[in-house]
């Protein structure tokens, strides 16, 4: 199979960004021949250069030229989006109908129904923009970059394709990755049909199993920011007072610091490399997820599983999911320190359940995380829309490609 993967990198590396290079690489080792066509935000930092983009953002001539070139001297069986915006545009979509190549399309975010890509902002989960065809208050809230001109650039996007039907009549298949984030797109206004939604998980490498014996702290990995839930990990640990080492970096750096330099059992180790988290996802009793907004996913989460530790992860978005609650981690309620508190002196309290947790969190990244697994669905996706395109396609185009 012939497949072409485009992305658009964002200026900071992120999840996507990690998913995009893990499938294609995946695709290769079993043989298939990948065309990879980027590009990226960091090509965008004059005042020029940001006008031209933001002209750009709901129909890019300039990167559809790119991809019909593409099309024409790769001749792929099927294309893969991981991120239009905003230099691709949804130009990528009327190129691929018009070339009769189906298209396929992860939403690794909300972008295409909040301006804001997470349906978090003041500090709170919004999903009253969730079925706005033009959700114009985002834009009085400057949601996107603190930015009225730049949010206003996605709600007219985002709102003028949904008028026009890009996003119902132009895309073969959405994957959502969880099935919860599915059912927020299929009630969003994108109004997509039930056949164009599949759900497939993202993967990681088997990474390979931890410590029999952990060591005596709880990790928290991942961004500093708000929506991550980071208040409500430093006041649960108020409360307790637990070992926990937190690793990343982000806007709430120097609060972590401040808290860490004053706390007794808070250890704040900044940005660390895979190797070293790897190192501590092996040692810990546990992960900590306490994200606050929808998460659509979670990595960290099966990256975990992959080492046989239990997750303690807020009950909302991916981490609801993926975590099952006293299966191969814990649930608390969002925003509840105390219930947080809580479950971590739980597992203190019992050695054993953290050994029961960890073992049912590696047979889940055996069952559901792997490659292999991701793959096999994967590529039905793809069968499954190359089909339909297929049986769709003109008399004309059949008889042409039985010739050929």
């Not at 984030?181 to 049909?193: P, Q």
Request: charge should be positive.
């Amino acid at each position: 199979m012939r497949i072409l993967i485009i992305h658009n990198y964002y200026k900071q590396a992120g999840g996507e960004d990690t998913v995009f290079h893990a499938e294609a690489a995946l695709l290769e080792q079993h043989g298939h021949q990948v065309e990879k066509l980027t590009f990226s935000n960091k090509e965008v930092n004059s005042l020029p250069e940001k006008l031209k983009a933001a002209l750009g953002i709901v129909y890019n001539s300039g990167s559809a030229k790119l991809v019909e070139e593409r099309i024409k001297a790769f001749q792929p069986d099927v294309i893969h989006v991981h991120n239009f915006f905003p230099l691709l545009s949804p130009a990528v979509f009327y190129v691929a109908q018009r070339m009769q190549v189906p298209i396929v399309m992860t939403l690794h975010n909300y972008r295409l129904v909040c301006p804001s890509a997470l349906l978090y902002y003041n500090g709170k989960v919004q999903m009253e923009n969730l079925r706005k065809t033009f959700p114009l208050g985002a834009i009085r809230q400057k949601v996107y970059r603190d930015s009225a001109v730049q949010t206003a650039s996605v709600v007219l996007t985002t709102g003028m394709h949904k008028l026009l039907g890009t996003w119902q009549q132009k895309v073969d298949k959405f994957i959502a990755l969880t099935p919860a984030a599915a059912e927020l797109f299929r009630n969003s206004s994108l109004k997509l049909k039930p056949k164009q939604l599949a759900v497939k998980p993202n993967f990681t490498q088997d990474l390979g199993r931890g410590y029999p014996e952990r060591e005596d702290f709880f990790l928290y990995v991942g961004r500093l920011t708000p929506e991550k839930g980071i208040e409500t990990l430093l006041k649960a640990h108020t409360l307790q007072n637990f070992p926990l080492k937190i690793v990343g970096d982000g806007p709430l750096r120097e609060r972590v610091e401040r808290y860490a330099a004053t706390n007794q059992g808070i250890e704040y180790l900044g940005f660390q490399n895979r190797e070293q988290v790897l190192e501590l996802l092996k040692s810990a009793r546990g992960l900590i997820f306490s994200s606050e907004w929808l998460e659509t996913f979670g990595m960290t989460i099966i990256e975990a599983f992959s080492t046989g530790t239990p997750v303690i992860a807020a009950k909302m978005g991916g981490a609801a999911q993926l975590v099952e609650d006293g299966v191969n981690g814990l649930h608390y309620s969002p925003e509840k320190a105390e219930e947080l508190a809580e479950r971590v002196h739980h597992l203190q309290q019992y050695p054993r359940l953290i050994r029961q947790l960890g073992t049912a969190a590696r047979q889940s990244y055996e069952v559901k995380y792997t490659p292999e697994v991701n793959y096999r669905l994967l590529i039905s996706i793809y069968e499954d829309v190359i089909r339909a395109k297929k049986k769709n396609a003109p008399a004309t185009q059949v008889a042409e490609a039985n010739l050929s």
